[in-house]
């Protein structure tokens, strides 16, 4: 049998970058507000996000501890909205750079 070949013999295939095409269509254009927030946003550094989930996840576990449980879990129900905001400022900045 004979040694398989080390380097994939469609390789040049899979060398071609893929671009999409834009759709640019006057009713997908994003507006002013919608702008000026993800340019002030896309400013944040993206730990920003991580370290004020974090934050929150400690302030939830020590309103627990000292016995305000309400007050926990709505504290705590902030850590999952953050790091989605920390995702839609991801794909802010990799989608569309400024």
């Known amino acids: 049998m004979p040694d398989p070949p080390e380097v994939n013999p469609a390789s040049e295939a899979s060398e071609r970058v893929y671009e999409p095409s834009r759709v ?3 009713e997908h254009a994003e507006g002013p507000v919608t702008r000026l927030i993800e340019q ?18 400690a302030a939830s576990l020590a309103l627990e501890l000292t016995g305000r449980h309400q007050a926990s879990r709505f504290v ?19 989608l569309h750079p400024q």
């Open 40 to 57: 002030q946003t896309a400013k944040l550094p993206s730990d920003a996000f991580l370290f004020a989930a974090l934050g929150a996840m």
């Open 24 to 26: 640019v269509r006057a």
């Open 76 to 94: 705590g129900m902030w850590a999952p909205a953050i790091l989605t905001m920390g995702v839609y400022n991801k794909v802010v900045k990799v």
